[in-house]
């Protein structure tokens, strides 16, 4: 079964510092990877996918992940935080077999940006 | 290009009322999906179409929760009689199909409160 773990459910950094959200993932099969970000009521934007080619991943806004199979993680990064990065962040896992097509969501990663 | 069509935005209601959400998703896409997110359950899967077929709906929570999808461009999610569980915010999402790696593009979401 796929299953996807958030390791923090908020994190805080100051701005122009580096941020690192923390994803694992549970899969049976190779798996595809998605990571959304979503702004106070807002819906849900696409950062970036994993889908079996390069494992490091370059998203929008400067974020980009690593698929590390021997690790089964898919971390999210982002060199320097921008205010306007603080929002909330989903690590996304895809189903396949009988409900092919459907996402499991992780719990959400909350991050906040100090000036 | 518009992306996933919601509406409306915002509902209030009162229990025991029907409310039907509705959602447009973006032209050539073939599949649709419909969330509730809470603070409680997070993001959670209701039903989602293929070619308007209704592949999977065991994520919806009872019989009060039903979904159409009469055409291509347009869906349905009615809950009759609604309950104050039922508030949360409700996301459509389209995607071109059920494949590994298809990006599944949300809509702003409506959010529903049941007094």
């Known amino acids: 079964a796929q299953s996807v773990t958030q390791l923090d459910s908020h994190v805080s950094v100051s701005e122009g510092t580096p941020v690192l959200l923390r994803c694992n993932y549970s899969s049976s099969y190779s798996p595809s990877l998605f990571w959304y970000v979503q702004h106070p009521n807002k819906g849900l934007q696409l950062l970036l996918k994993y889908t079996s080619a390069a494992t490091l991943v370059k998203g929008i806004n400067g974020f980009e992940a690593e698929f590390k199979k021997s690790e089964t993680s898919f971390h999210l990064t982002k060199p320097s935080a921008h205010m306007s990065d603080a929002a909330e962040y989903f690590c996304?896992?895809?189903?396949?077999?009988?409900?092919?097509?459907?996402?499991?969501f992780g719990k959400g990663t909350k991050l906040s940006v100090k000036p | 290009d518009a992306g996933v069509i919601q509406s409306p935005r915002h509902e209030v209601t009162e229990m025991g009322q029907e409310v039907t959400l509705r959602c447009k998703p973006i032209?050539?896409?073939?599949?649709l999906f419909w969330y509730r997110q809470t603070m409680m359950r997070g993001l959670e899967l209701l039903i989602y179409f293929n070619n308007n077929v209704p592949i999977d709906d065991s994520g919806m929570p009872e019989d009060r929760f039903s979904a159409k999808m009469p055409n291509a461009s347009f869906s349905t999610l009615k809950i009759q009689p609604s309950e104050p569980r039922d508030s949360a915010v409700y996301f459509c999402?389209?995607?071109?199909?059920?494949?590994?790696?298809?990006?599944?593009?949300f809509g702003p979401g409506t959010r529903l409160l049941v007094l």
């Open positions: 996304v896992v895809q189903i396949y077999g009988g409900s092919q097509g459907n996402l499991i």
């Open positions: 999402a389209s995607s071109l199909g059920l494949l590994a790696g298809e990006t599944q593009y």
């Open positions: 032209s050539g896409h073939n599949s």
